[in-house]
């Protein structure tokens, strides 16, 4: 397995040949695909992943984290991937951090005050997906209006395959395809382990530190003038 466009395309078509890829507002235990993508570091690499699945002639749902240390959901950078997506059909959900919620009730008062703000600014989904959710939030948790991707429907009762902490998903997902090709998937594939290339560990935290550099030095020179000339008179 390698973590490449090149490999995810033919990982999307091939799964595309047995499966429908729905989204998870649609529920069926059978010969279903509901493919997500959590947006946890690199929101610079969604265009990419969409290109892919447009060219594949798939959907499916990019999920936002409202407090990320490395992104701004309401930044002209952010609004404007949101616009892409949106405009090219994909759906656009909430990546939500309860691990510091104790109750259900916090938990629910959490998704629906968060849903109620980012819908006055974009087409939110009521499918949501929790970030790194500690076991009491992989109980079954159901709230009334929303679809939860761990529910026991989509977490247990179907096949679950993730890249998270880049894993190597492929041989398991085959593997138990041979067995059971019948049985929906729910497959998670974060933006930021793929690229046109193979990435080792250090390379990805290259592209990364690279990337922020060059955003920062972008607004530094659109909101400061010292810097705009500073930055000028460093590039002649």
């Avoid at 009334?144 to 429907?153: L, M």
């Avoid at 902490?165 to 019948?182: A, G, H, P, T, V």
Wanted: glycine fraction near 4%.
């Amino acid at each position: 397995m390698e973590f490449t466009f090149d490999f995810y395309i033919n990982l999307i078509m091939h799964l595309k040949e047995h499966y429908d890829f729905s989204s998870f507002s649609n529920y069926f235990p059978k010969k279903k695909l509901y493919l997500r993508h959590d947006v946890d570091v690199f929101p610079e690499n969604i265009i990419n992943l969409v290109e892919v699945e447009e060219r594949a002639g798939v959907r499916s749902i990019f999920f936002f984290q409202p407090n990320c240390s490395f992104y701004n959901m309401l930044s002209s950078e952010i609004r404007e991937i949101i616009r892409i997506l949106e405009k090219s059909e994909f759906e656009v959900g909430l990546h939500i951090d309860a691990s510091d919620l104790a109750s259900r009730e916090s938990i629910e008062r959490e998704v629906r005050g968060l849903f109620g703000f980012y819908s006055g600014y974009y087409n939110i989904s009521n499918v949501i997906s929790f970030h790194r959710p500690p076991e009491r939030l992989l109980q079954n948790l159901q709230i009334p209006g929303f679809v939860n991707t761990y529910e026991d429907r989509f977490f247990k009762m179907i096949y679950y395959f993730s890249d998270s902490n880049r894993r190597y998903f492929y041989d398991q997902m085959i593997e138990s395809i041979q067995k059971d090709k019948e049985k929906s998937i729910q497959l998670v594939v974060h933006p930021y382990w793929w690229d046109y290339e193979h990435l080792d560990i250090q390379g990805l935290l290259t592209r990364l530190e690279t990337m922020k550099t060059n955003e920062t030095r972008f607004a530094l020179t659109r909101g400061t003038k010292i810097y705009k000339q500073y930055f000028s008179r460093m590039n002649t």
